[in-house]
């Protein structure tokens, strides 16, 4: 894979008898942290990667542990920080620029790879034991025995977060019920709302794009100037609708009644509906109101139907029944908020 | 905080009780702490909080568990439909499109 960042994090080599292998800090520069920064507002995310091959942590020997990384940078800068004041290498496997959790789903960060890698790099010539450690993330994607039979190394599943690695190997390799779960807090969820806000963007400008357009109708001419002042009020509640469904919907999802992601969103848009009206942004067109009372619920039941994929609790087939009763739903009701607002152009 | 729940009773998640060795690879992989071994052999804890992974089912030796893997993803579900596959995190090998990452 094309190095697509530069290489200031590597600060030396060491020579060893599975060669040259690059010297990396555990403490991170400007330039990774610029780099956190960018692909948490999704600029670059797919291009954010790190050679795979063998890193050294500290001054690791023969008798040092081996804890395996996906080829994200981001994935990499967390693991790498988590173990400081620690001698270990770090093997990092071609994941195409994915997080382990994810590439495990999809098989890349998986068996084969591991195994291959471990060819590769010669880890037999580097290290006189045979443990490798895995984050347990990247189960889905791993065969512990099979790695096992193939390669020789045993599969040592760590915690889920890099952060408990260094407590998870001074307890002796064990890992306490609270380190083997995943978690979505708040500031989990935080974290994702700039991703979040980015993601539909595009689609958001269609969106308004349109409303402009549909803004010019009248009773009598279709007007340019209606157009741009009725379709800047609608924009802009448009434009409330889509914040408060990636940024509120990620942070209140807990609190939000019912378990599936599409009502828990239909309740959103209800809600901010409510406040516009209190608030007198909406209100002065009766059908209008009505057309957005379809609108705002789907817009925002569908935005956080999406935030499925980002969660970590939801399954396939929990995502597929409801999306079987909230699809049609949603199409229906923005169907008749749109014509809804057409009519009202027109009284 | 409030543990989060997903929909009830829709997870295809099935265990073969008679299969299980006992030696917890299950345990350890499950990011949902779903399974417990008790007496030697594995228990199902709460099965709604199963979010079909596959770790489970991929790291048991004796291949006591089943389970229909995949991403509960809204957005891979819809390119997974509209392109006749199954969905999958970044749908396509253009990584690019990826929504995870």
């Given at each position: 894979m094309e190095e697509t960042i530069n290489k200031k994090y590597i600060i030396g080599f060491m020579d060893t008898e599975a060669g040259k292998i690059p010297k990396v800090p555990t403490a991170l520069n400007i330039v990774d942290k610029w780099g956190t920064f960018r692909v948490r507002w999704s600029f670059n995310r797919m291009g954010y990667t790190v050679t795979p091959g063998i890193y050294a942590v500290g001054?690791?020997?023969?008798d040092s542990l081996v804890l395996v990384s996906a080829n994200y940078k981001l994935s990499f800068d967390v693991l790498r920080q988590a173990i400081k004041g620690m001698d270990a290498y770090i093997m990092v496997i071609d994941t195409?620029?994915?997080n382990v959790w994810c590439a495990a789903g999809k098989g890349t960060f998986g068996t084969s790879e591991i195994v291959n890698r471990i060819e590769i790099t010669e880890l037999k010539k580097l290290v006189n034991h045979w443990n490798i450690i895995l984050p347990q993330l990247g189960a889905p994607g791993v065969s512990a025995y099979e790695v096992k039979r193939l390669s020789g190394f045993s599969v040592i599943y760590g915690p889920i977060?890099?952060?408990d690695i260094k407590a998870f190997i001074n307890a002796g390799m064990k890992a306490s019920k609270k380190m083997r779960q995943v978690r979505f807090s708040i500031y989990d969820r935080l974290l994702l709302v700039p991703m979040e806000i980015m993601s539909g963007l595009k689609y958001i400008l269609w969106a308004a794009f349109i409303t402009v357009l549909l803004s010019g109708f009248s009773k009598t001419v279709y007007s340019t100037t209606t157009a741009v002042i009725a379709g800047a009020h609608s924009v802009l509640i448009l434009i409330l609708a889509y914040l408060s469904g990636t940024i509120f919907g990620p942070l209140l999802l807990p609190w939000?009644?019912?378990?599936s992601f599409s009502f828990k969103g239909g309740i959103l848009g209800l809600l901010l509906f409510a406040i516009l009206c209190v608030t007198g942004f909406?209100?002065?067109n009766l059908i209008e109101s009505i057309a957005w009372l379809f609108l705002i619920p789907a817009i925002n039941s569908f935005i956080v139907m999406n935030f499925t994929g980002a969660s970590t609790y939801t399954s396939l087939s929990g995502v597929r029944k409801e999306m079987r009763i909230a699809v049609p739903l949603q199409v229906i009701f923005a169907f008749i908020g749109i014509v809804l607002y057409v009519i009202s152009r027109f009284i | 905080m409030e543990e989060q729940k997903y929909l009830?009773?829709?997870?295809t998640l099935e265990f073969y009780f008679i299969k299980?060795?006992?030696?917890?690879m299950c345990e350890t992989v499950c990011p949902h702490s779903v399974f417990e071994v008790k007496e030697g052999k594995a228990h199902i804890t709460?099965?709604?909080?199963?979010?079909?992974?596959g770790a489970c089912a991929k790291n048991c030796p004796t291949e006591a568990i089943r389970v229909k893997a995949g991403v509960g993803c809204a957005g891979a579900i819809i390119m997974g439909a509209l392109t006749g596959k199954e969905p999958t995190c970044g749908h396509s090998d253009d990584s690019k499109k990826s929504c995870c990452g």
């Open positions: 001054n690791p020997n023969r195409n620029g994915i977060r890099a952060v939000l009644p019912g378990r909406i209100g002065k | 009830k009773n829709v997870v299980c060795t006992g030696c917890g709460e099965r709604d909080l199963c979010m079909e992974c």
